[in-house]
């Protein structure tokens, strides 16, 4: 199993719905996760951490992470076109080594 | 402004020539990292660096040598490049302590 492991999609949206994102990681990562974003052509953004077990809300980005099933979900409310991108999901392990997954390709349609 | 700025954006050159892409951040982070994106392959970290003088290997590190002497600059060497390092790179930075990293503008090589 990769450490860490995304659906590559692609998934399409509406405009207004929410869109939802996942992702699974294995025993050898497990301290703190993060999703970026990422457009065509550009360097991946931090959407959002999150280091302990439930919910995290921020605008209309909410991620969610639950340790006992090893996963780290991303919702995105009222999705946007300008939410059409790719979300990468990462985690990093006790000794700093980052890993991401390969990421999901979102689009929302007007 | 916060940012972490890389040098060259773009770089073609042959098979053997050695080349350092510049990797620099003015935000005082301790950890800074290097990562390659390949299609299918996402983004795999190369090496990374929890302060001056400190480094150690990602994930794949085969081929490619860093330093970190000053706590901005995190360069990414290449002695020998081969056509399987063409690849699009980035460095990254984040404090030590929440890792939320930022990440440069990227580099885009073709070695040929």
């Known amino acids: 199993q990769k450490e860490v492991e995304q659906n590559s999609g692609p998934l399409s949206v509406p405009e207004g719905a929410i869109a939802s994102l996942n992702c699974t990681y294995s025993?050898?990562?497990?301290?703190?996760f993060f999703w970026y974003r990422q457009y065509s052509g550009k360097s991946p953004e931090l959407i959002m951490s999150?280091?302990?077990?439930g919910d995290k809300e921020d605008g209309r980005f909410t991620a969610q992470l639950n340790k006992a099933s090893q996963y780290v979900s991303l919702l995105i409310r009222d999705s946007q076109p300008s939410d059409s991108a790719t979300y990468l999901c990462a985690a990093v392990n006790t000794g700093n080594q980052f890993y991401f997954g390969t990421g999901t390709s979102l689009t929302v349609i007007p | 402004e916060a940012q972490v700025t890389q040098n060259p954006r773009y770089l073609i050159t042959v098979t053997g020539k050695k080349l350092t892409v510049t990797c620099s951040q003015n935000m005082n982070h301790e950890y800074m990292s290097w990562y390659r994106q390949d299609p299918g392959l996402g983004l795999r970290q190369i090496y990374y660096?929890?302060?001056?003088?400190?480094?150690d290997k990602g994930d794949v590190p085969e081929g490619y040598k860093v330093s970190r002497k000053e706590k901005r600059n995190f360069p990414l060497i290449l002695e020998s490049p081969s056509p399987n390092q063409t690849s699009l790179y980035f460095c990254?930075?984040?404090?030590?302590?929440?890792?939320?990293?930022?990440f440069g503008p990227g580099t885009r090589l073709t070695v040929t």
């Open positions: 025993d050898r990562v497990s301290q703190s």
């Open positions: 660096s929890m302060n001056v003088e400190v480094t």
């Open positions: 999150i280091y302990s077990n």
């Open positions: 990254a930075s984040s404090s030590g302590t929440d890792y939320e990293q930022y």
